[in-house]
């Protein structure tokens, strides 16, 4: 099976809207509450009753409940394993040619970062991934051989930082378009990966050069965005055809909306280009899963980046990450409506129930 939706047969006939769905997945994912919210007896709003039919339940106030329908839902029990297991087909189809984007969407500490990098003795779909990959490349190493190389970058006020790099840039990073009509970043490192020891270096690497710059690397952090980008090159050995694709594995930037009255300054200007980022985001791949005319990738440094692996036949998977507590109620609602718009499955496209 090469994709996702093959391998989930049962979300061909899930939804409203599924054939403009495509390639486009939304899974939820929420965190547990943390200790202090526990120990302040903060009450919880989700209601996971559903969450194997990819329903979650949204305690709005009162006894009104508002549900939200994905792809799949995770619920706070669920672990890295089970995560990303239902990834899995989707990075493994990076070795059959497709291009893939795999982002983490959500306000600050809803486990964007747990759900990407997660911590060193639970690690999360970034280097899932890329221990996937090294064992599929070596069980069809009859047939294929494969080179695996990543860049590591950041986009923060809509300037491409390369997280790899070993001095800094002496120009800024811009998105080039080849004569073939691919778009890449002349310059930026390449690094070259054999096996999981080297990644585990290049990430390492990736992520101490985040820190740099700035006094505070966790409010940095959540006000760009990180990018990991594996690319394939891939040749068959029975009849010598090389082709190239790319896996992207974007940890988002923050989606809460900064209160008006405290931005100011580098403040505001940071929360206006990731409001323009994420809404330009927002409407690419709505714009992909409603089969529109016109696909606005120039809109950000992101959409514009990523361009050649959004859309196509090119598989995009969102998770959109959510807190269970009712002090998170708004934001949460905030980011169903954005995941749910994304879908491209909002009201005037909805359809019959199959
Ligand atoms: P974000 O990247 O969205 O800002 P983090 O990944 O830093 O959020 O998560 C915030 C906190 O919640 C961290 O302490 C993280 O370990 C914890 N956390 C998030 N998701 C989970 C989860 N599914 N299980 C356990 N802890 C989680």
Redesign the pocket.
């Known amino acids: 099976a090469h994709s996702c939706i093959e391998s989930i047969p049962e979300l061909n006939n899930m939804v409203a809207g599924v054939q403009a769905l495509g390639n486009i997945r939304v899974f939820c ?1 929420c ?2 509450l ?1 200790r202090e919210e526990s120990s302040n007896g903060c009450a919880t709003v989700v209601d996971f009753d559903a969450a194997k039919d990819g329903d979650l339940g949204v305690l709005t106030g009162g006894s009104n409940k508002r549900t939200f329908k994905f792809d799949r839902v995770y619920t ?1 029990k ?2 890295q394993v089970d995560v990303f297991a239902d990834a899995s087909p989707l990075v493994v189809s990076v070795l059959d040619g497709y291009n893939v984007c795999i982002f ?1 969407y ?10 990407m990098e997660g ?1 060193e003795h639970n690690r999360g779909v970034n280097y899932r991934t890329l221990e996937q990959l090294f064992s599929v490349a070596r069980e069809r190493s009859d047939a294929f051989t494969y080179n695996l190389s990543v860049s590591v970058l950041e986009v923060y006020n809509e300037q491409i930082r390369d997280l790899l790099a070993t001095s800094p840039a002496s120009k800024k990073l811009e998105i080039k378009q080849t004569s073939e009509g691919s778009h890449h970043v002349p310059g930026i490192v390449e690094a070259k990966v054999d096996n999981i020891n080297d990644v585990w270096s290049v990430l390492q690497a990736g992520s101490n050069a985040r820190a740099v710059g700035s006094n505070n690397v966790n409010e940095h ?2 006000r760009s965005h990180c990018i990991l980008c594996i690319m394939v090159k891939t040749k068959n050995l029975m009849n010598g055809e090389c082709t190239k694709s790319k896996l992207w594995l974007v ?1 988002l930037a ?1 989606s809460e909306r900064l209160a008006k009255t405290d931005a100011q300054g580098e403040r505001l200007k940071e929360a206006q280009n990731i409001n323009k980022s994420l809404s330009a985001l927002g409407d690419v791949i709505y714009a992909l899963a409603t089969k529109s005319s016109h696909i606005p990738y120039r809109n950000s440094k992101l959409t514009h980046l990523l361009q050649d692996s959004l859309g196509g036949d090119s598989k995009t998977l969102m998770f959109v ?1 959510i807190s269970p507590s009712e002090h998170d109620l708004s934001e949460t609602l905030s980011s169903l409506n954005f995941a749910t718009r994304v879908r491209g499955v909002e009201l005037g496209h909805a359809r019959k129930q199959i």
Do not use: E, H, L, V
Request: net charge positive; proline share 12%.
């Open positions: 994912r965190r547990p943390s706070p669920d672990g983490a959500g306000q600050t500490g809803t486990g964007k970062t747990f759900t911590p952090s959540s940890d923050g990450q």
